[in-house]
Each structure stands twice: as structure tokens, then as C-alpha cells.
């Protein structure tokens, strides 16, 4: 009987240790120096993660990394699919030491470079996750995609956003874009805070239709160019096939 409430503490603890992560994170300290001139947002949720940076004073895009994380005890594990800072790290395994300070600040370290990154928000919502696009109307027909070494990925959680586009397998960055969101009632608005592509477009604001139909979410409206969209994503970790 002891064994087994072990196990069971065990397990509870390994679940609450993944979702402390969930949520987003913003860098405010760097090697002991506070960090002002640019802004850092890091989401995480489901076992995957997407960072995107832009400098402050101009909105310019600095750079996008992310890919799929795990957690054990103190050992923060990644295993990125993009990276636009160092391509060279995109497939390889990266451990890092982790350290809590209280619920909503965590130091991470490579034991050359030591970051604290301060919880923004983990509230969720019914778009709270990690997508994949899996489908795509053109000429009034929905054309279906399946994912492979070249996709999309949009990651949602603590009113944060970021979409990527890239090829994990010939380490091709095609572009990202994210700020923060809202989904209530059907109708999803996101606020664009970066952009890789076109800094002119930060700032915009734009609104969609949503709808989740068997676990997809069914996502209506007009793109930041004014064209109709109509768009399927699928949870990552049912839809991506290795």
C-alpha cells in the first residue's frame, strides 16, 4: 500500500512539475543584467516551445527558435526544430539546469549563459495548445496537408501566440509572427506583436471566426493581406508524424 501511494505522489508530482512550465514566459535578466532594449517571449505548452524576439525601441524582428521540450527533476531537455540564433543546435538534444523561484520565475542555464524567465500569464482558453496546420481551402475545396519535415506550427497559451513556418530537415526558416490573443464566443482577435517578415504589420489587430469540431480548430477570416482564409489545425502531437 505504501509503495503504491508512493507511485501516486510520484506521478501527481511529474504532472504538476510539466505544467508549471505551460503558459508564457518573458526574459528579464541575462548573465546578471537586466534585459531592457528587446523583448523575449517564450510559449510553452504540451510539451513544445516558441520563442520570438524583437528590439523595443523599433519593433524590428531579432529572432525565433523553438521546438519540443521535457522536463525531469532539474534537467530541462530540447530538442528544437527551428532556430534562427544558431541553426547548428536545430535536431540535437540540449540539457539544461533549471531552478525555481517561487511559482512564476525560472533560471535556466547551459552553464555558460544563465537566463531568468518571469511568467507572463498560464491562463488557458478552448484554443489553449500546440497546432499544426492540416488543411487549407483554395477555390472553395479544402485541400488537406500532413505534416511533415516542412510545416506550420501555432502555439497558443497565457493569451500568447506565435505561428512558424519551417523545414526541420534542410534547417529553412520561412518566417513567424505572434503577440498576444483573445477566444471567446466564437470569435478570435490577434494582436500582432512581431513580425518577420513586414515590421509594418505590428500593431494590427485582426479578427476570425473559430470553431473546435472533434479535437480540430476550424479557423475563419481574412489574412493580414486582406485575402479570405479558411483554415484547419490539428493538435501537434496527434497530427505530426516523425
Not at 511559482?103 to 511568467?119: A, C, L
Not at 478552448?126 to 506550420?152: H, K, S, Y
Not at 497559451?157 to 534547417?171: D, E, L, M, V
Request: aromatic share 12%.
Amino acid at each position: 500500500m505504501k509503495n503504491l501511494i508512493l507511485l501516486a505522489l510520484l506521478f501527481c508530482f511529474g504532472i504538476m512539475t510539466a505544467q508549471e512550465l505551460d503558459g508564457a514566459w518573458k526574459l528579464i535578466e541575462k548573465d546578471g543584467k537586466a534585459v531592457n532594449d528587446r523583448e523575449v517571449i517564450k510559449i510553452i505548452q504540451d510539451g513544445y516551445f516558441a520563442l520570438g524576439s524583437k528590439n523595443l525601441s523599433d519593433d524590428e524582428f531579432l529572432g525565433a527558435a523553438g521546438g519540443e521540450l521535457s522536463l525531469k527533476d532539474e534537467t530541462l531537455t530540447e530538442k528544437r526544430d527551428f532556430d534562427t540564433y544558431d541553426p547548428e543546435k536545430i535536431g540535437a538534444e540540449h540539457e539544461y539546469n533549471i531552478f525555481w523561484e517561487g511559482d512564476n520565475k525560472m533560471e535556466i542555464s547551459d552553464g555558460i549563459t544563465t537566463k531568468i524567465w518571469e511568467r507572463v500569464a498560464d491562463k488557458t482558453d478552448a484554443l489553449t495548445g500546440t497546432w499544426v496546420i492540416t488543411g487549407r481551402e483554395r477555390d472553395g475545396e479544402m485541400n488537406t496537408m500532413t505534416p511533415g519535415d516542412r510545416r506550420t506550427v501555432k502555439i497558443l497559451s497565457g493569451g500568447r501566440f506565435q505561428w512558424i513556418a519551417f523545414n526541420s530537415a534542410t534547417k529553412e526558416f520561412n518566417g513567424t509572427g505572434g503577440g498576444t490573443y483573445t477566444a471567446e464566443d466564437g470569435k478570435y482577435i490577434e494582436n500582432i506583436e512581431f513580425f518577420s517578415r513586414d515590421v509594418s504589420r505590428v500593431g494590427a489587430s485582426l479578427e476570425f471566426q473559430y470553431e473546435v469540431k472533434n479535437g480540430k480548430w476550424h479557423h475563419k477570416g481574412k489574412s493580414s493581406k486582406g485575402d479570405p482564409i479558411y483554415e484547419i489545425w490539428s493538435p501537434y502531437s496527434e497530427a505530426y508524424q516523425k
